[in-house]
């Protein structure tokens, strides 16, 4: 079964600086969807960005960007001039286009910017 | 909005009960999925519906049931309920195509006394 691993369980960042939060994850699956979500203290989970495997261009949506390593089976989220409103929970994801579609969550970064 | 909404936003009973959670997915997806978030932890993946057919099932225990209606939406059912059900309970819809993320609802709070 696929697992998700996000090493960082806290990260801070000082505002307007920029901060990346790592993922890995074990696939044997060559086809595959990887995303970040965001979930602030309001607990919505926010769509940030996704990544088709076959793809090897990284994503990137404004001031959010992903560095996927399909070899090394990494994909770290890099936010560039961090706001205070970027504060929240960062869960990386894998989606199988297999068993049913099935999604798979690491355990989130608590992502702190400082003022 | 999200386009999934989930009703109530929150719901407080005591230990013994039994309470049914909402779910009307974003219009056009067939599938739906329940997770809990307890506090300060990740999502635990509960069960899913494709269409009103059971997909798939995580660790959902058996005193919790779900199903999805006709009209597509879902309920999830927990019942003799324990504090430590307690706990953020989010439904999710997705489209067919794979390559789209899940569209989450803004969850419904369980506070079990």
């Known amino acids: 079964a696929q697992t998700v691993t996000q090493s960082q369980p806290e990260m801070s960042v000082q505002e307007a600086e920029t901060v990346t939060l790592s993922c890995t994850y074990d696939?044997?699956?060559?086809?595959?969807?990887l995303f970040w979500y965001k979930q602030p203290p309001s607990r919505q989970m926010i769509l940030v960005i996704r990544?088709?495997?076959?793809?090897?261009q990284n994503a990137t949506e404004n001031r959010f960007s992903v560095n996927f390593q399909k070899a090394a089976k990494s994909f770290s989220l890099k936010i560039s001039d961090s706001q205070l409103g970027d504060a929240a929970m960062y869960f990386c994801?894998?989606?199988?286009?297999?068993?049913?579609?099935?999604?798979?969550f690491g355990a989130g970064t608590r992502l702190t910017v400082k003022p | 909005d999200s386009g999934v909404t989930q009703t109530p936003k929150h719901l407080i009973t005591a230990t013994g009960q039994r309470v049914t959670l909402r779910c009307s997915p974003r219009?056009?997806?067939?599938?739906v999925y329940w997770y809990q978030q307890s506090l300060d932890q990740g999502l635990q993946f509960l069960i899913q519906?494709?269409?009103?057919?059971?997909?798939a099932k995580g660790n959902i225990l058996e005193r919790f049931s779900a199903q999805q209606f006709p009209d597509l939406h879902s309920e999830l059912n927990l019942s003799s309920l324990e504090l430590g059900d307690s706990a953020l309970y989010f439904c999710?819809?997705?489209?067919?195509?794979?390559?789209?993320?899940?569209?989450f609802g803004s969850g419904t709070r369980l506070t079990v006394v």
């Open positions: 999710a819809s997705s489209p067919q195509s794979r390559n789209y993320g899940y569209t």
């Open positions: 696939t044997s699956e060559s086809d595959y969807y």
């Open positions: 990544q088709e495997a076959y793809k090897q």
């Open positions: 994801a894998y989606r199988s286009p297999y068993n049913n579609n099935d999604m798979r």
């Open positions: 219009s056009g997806d067939l599938s």
């Open positions: 519906y494709y269409n009103g057919e059971e997909r």
